[in-house]
């Protein structure tokens, strides 16, 4: 298995070398969100006039029939490279609307209907369209560049950890099979593409990224990375017993990954055995990463943005362990780089790359339509090589700062993730505050929750949000479910802490009904995630969905609950006052 996953566990003694900044950033002082806009559309606008020369060219063949709003018909910006013109007749689009010119290129019509640039690739997303993956264009260039981003991550860890090049670092990485289209272009996720590119085959050697296991064995975010703990409780003993006798399993049978590890399991190992058996065989896992890997330095994994939630979990199994989250990505590019990759999960800001895609943002709006932090949260636009241009991404970003004159940001959340059973319209972000609340009631009970996510149930009148919720005892043998007067109060923290539309409809409406929270068996949300699986997501681009849809994916969840509890209070609520001077 192949694909760059969470665990890169770095097990050196010291030695330290500083990283050269970056040589692409400008040190051009910038002072401020709209100056950025300026200066950086300024920066990259040479390029940018040139790239839509370039589909002008491609671009004769570009759909002049359907009703499809993206087409780079010749001549668009006539020669002219003015920004404002570009913003002018360049459509701002969503899949859909490129949607049709992704689908003929998969069917074999030629790259220029859409791109200058061969497409080499077709990149499944995480998003899925009508019930199917998105498929991103890609080209060799886009490689080249993904390549490049993989290679500055090491100087920056280099600046903060030491002896990065004396030892190992333990990857988990994974690859999803691919799907060939008819025009014999392969269709697979980001990950998978890169892991399977001779740019990362063949690489050359480089002490910095020396990884513990052989290619042939081969996550990303938080939620991949402790399902790969959870593999190793379940499957210790084996391992255990397959290093004590220097066989490889029976079950294990691709014959590459089968010669790769025998090469490792040479020989019986029973002190090493022993060793991993006395760990995992005592009374807690909490610390179990350094318990093994007692020289780790740090845990690279994902935890902003909706992955924040697997923080408590992590820190369990870590035993306090630095969580660095490396980078901003996604199918259609990659944006930004940690370039303080031991600062706490909660005051990660990402550095854009300039030369990943031209860039463009828009003030949200929030709350009611009013601007509540005017010109710092953006979703952000991009223009990428391969086609996307003028891209509406999803994600909303908050600005904090700038990297000489590139713009630095935090990741709030994905656009548009709402429960909603009236006028109330909660999105992942009040989910996530709201349940982080509630949990906290159960900690000092020795309880975790290592998972959830909600649906809103309207099958009864009035509908009420619905949460699924999977707990783990801090004790390694301990099946209780917490007492059912706390699930009570858990689910009244959680109306307490949702906006004031949903506590207005609870409290004066009375057109939601009471919030109820369905605990699950442990494992639940594995079988969710192998749903997903089945359905086209990628195991390490894989994120829990915070709301589900899909009444397949509810039976699953539904068949393994072992508890229901409702909220017994309505929550407060009280009209808005202006205050008066
Ligand atoms: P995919 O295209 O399936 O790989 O999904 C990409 C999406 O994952 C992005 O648009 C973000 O919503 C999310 N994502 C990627 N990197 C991060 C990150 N560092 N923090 C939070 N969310 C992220």
């Known amino acids: 298995m192949v694909e760059r996953g969470p665990l890169n566990m770095r097990d050196y003694p010291t030695s330290h070398s500083a990283v050269a900044s970056p040589p692409f950033f400008s040190d051009q002082p910038s002072s401020g969100f709209s100056s950025y806009m300026t200066t950086f559309w300024l920066d990259a606008f040479g390029r940018l006039d040139h790239k839509c020369k370039s589909s002008t060219i491609g671009g004769v063949g570009g759909d002049t029939n359907t009703k499809c709003k993206y087409r780079i018909s010749e001549g668009y910006l006539d020669g002219h490279s003015d920004k404002g013109l570009f913003k002018k007749k360049v459509p701002i689009v969503n899949y859909e609307d490129i949607k049709p010119h992704i689908e003929r290129i998969a069917n074999g019509e030629p790259s220029r209907i859409i791109s200058a640039q061969p497409i080499t690739e077709l990149l499944t997303s995480s998003g899925t369209s009508g019930g199917q993956p998105k498929l991103m264009p890609s080209t060799a260039e886009d490689l080249d560049r993904k390549t490049f981003f993989y290679n500055l991550l090491i100087p920056v860890m280099n600046k903060y950890v030491d002896g990065l090049d004396q030892g190992k670092g333990m990857y988990l990485l994974f690859i999803k099979p691919e799907i060939s289209t008819p025009s014999g272009l392969m269709a697979r996720p980001v990950l998978t593409s890169y892991y399977k590119s001779s740019n990362f085959r063949n690489r050359p050697f480089n002490p910095f990224n020396v990884y513990t296991s052989p290619d042939e064995t081969i996550l990303f975010f938080a939620s991949a990375f402790l399902r790969a703990i959870k593999f190793l409780e379940d499957h210790w003993r084996e391992l255990c017993s397959n290093i004590r006798t220097g066989c490889v399993s029976d079950w294990i049978t691709d014959p590459s990954c089968?010669?790769?590890?025998?090469?490792?399991?040479?020989?019986?190992?029973?002190?090493?055995?022993?060793?991993?058996?006395?760990?995992?065989?005592?009374?807690?896992?909490?610390?179990?990463?350094?318990?093994?890997?007692?020289?780790?330095?740090?845990?690279?994994?994902?935890?902003?943005?909706?992955?924040?939630?697997?923080?408590?979990?992590?820190?369990?199994?870590?035993?306090?362990?630095?969580?660095?989250?490396?980078?901003?990505?996604?199918?259609?590019?990659?944006?930004?780089?940690?370039?303080?990759?031991?600062?706490?999960?909660?005051?990660?800001?990402?550095?854009?790359?300039?030369?990943?895609?031209?860039?463009?943002?828009?003030?949200?709006?929030?709350?009611?339509?009013?601007?509540?932090?005017?010109?710092?949260?953006?979703?952000?636009?991009?223009?990428?090589?391969?086609?996307?241009?003028?891209?509406?991404?999803?994600?909303?970003?908050?600005?904090?700062?700038?990297?000489?004159?590139?713009?630095?940001?935090?990741?709030?959340?994905?656009?548009?993730?709402?429960?909603?059973?009236?006028?109330?319209?909660?999105?992942?972000?009040?989910?996530?505050?709201?349940?982080?609340?509630?949990?906290?009631?159960?900690?000092?009970?020795?309880?975790?929750?290592?998972?959830?996510?909600?649906?809103?149930?309207?099958?009864?009148?009035?509908?009420?949000?619905?949460?699924?919720?999977?707990?783990?005892?801090?004790?390694?043998?301990?099946?209780?479910?917490?007492?059912?007067?706390?699930?009570?109060?858990?689910?009244?923290?959680?109306?307490?802490?949702?906006?004031?539309?949903?506590?207005?409809?609870?409290?004066?409406?009375?057109?939601?009904?009471?919030?109820?929270?369905?605990?699950?068996?442990?494992?639940?949300?594995?079988?969710?995630?192998?749903?997903?699986?089945?359905?086209?997501?990628?195991?390490?681009?894989?994120?829990?969905?915070?709301?589900?849809?899909?009444?397949?994916?509810?039976?699953?969840?539904?068949?393994?609950?072992?508890?229901?509890?409702?909220?017994?209070?309505?929550?407060?609520?009280?009209?808005?006052?202006?205050?008066?001077?």
């Not at 490792?264 to 022993?274: E, H, R, V």
């Not at 802490?497 to 939601?512: F, P």
Request: some cysteine.
């Open 258 to 581: 089968r010669n790769a590890v025998s090469s490792f399991l040479c020989k019986p190992q029973p002190d090493l055995a022993d060793f991993i058996e006395f760990e995992c065989n005592g009374e807690s896992w909490e610390g179990i990463i350094k318990k093994l890997w007692p020289r780790t330095k740090y845990i690279e994994v994902i935890v902003t943005g909706s992955m924040a939630q697997y923080i408590p979990t992590l820190e369990f199994y870590s035993g306090g362990l630095p969580l660095v989250s490396t980078m901003y990505a996604s199918s259609e590019c990659y944006y930004g780089i940690n370039l303080k990759p031991l600062s706490k999960p909660s005051d990660v800001s990402y550095t854009l790359l300039p030369n990943m895609a031209y860039f463009e943002f828009l003030p949200v709006q929030k709350n009611n339509g009013k601007l509540t932090v005017q010109k710092i949260i953006s979703p952000c636009f991009c223009h990428l090589f391969s086609g996307l241009y003028r891209y509406r991404t999803g994600d909303i970003l908050m600005v904090t700062g700038f990297y000489n004159n590139a713009p630095q940001f935090r990741f709030v959340q994905r656009r548009n993730v709402v429960l909603s059973i009236d006028t109330d319209k909660t999105n992942e972000e009040d989910l996530l505050k709201a349940v982080t609340q509630a949990k906290l009631l159960l900690e000092p009970y020795g309880f975790l929750l290592t998972e959830y996510t909600s649906y809103a149930d309207t099958s009864s009148i009035p509908g009420h949000y619905v949460l699924f919720w999977e707990l783990k005892t801090r004790g390694n043998n301990d099946l209780s479910e917490p007492d059912h007067t706390i699930m009570e109060q858990c689910c009244s923290t959680v109306e307490e802490s949702l906006d004031s539309v949903y506590r207005r409809c609870r409290r004066r409406d009375n057109s939601i009904g009471p919030l109820e929270i369905r605990i699950v068996k442990p494992g639940t949300f594995d079988a969710l995630m192998d749903f997903c699986v089945s359905q086209g997501s990628s195991v390490n681009q894989y994120k829990t969905p915070r709301c589900i849809k899909s009444k397949e994916a509810i039976k699953i969840l539904d068949s393994r609950v072992v508890g229901k509890v409702f909220s017994k209070k309505v929550p407060f609520w009280e009209p808005f006052k202006m205050e008066t001077k």
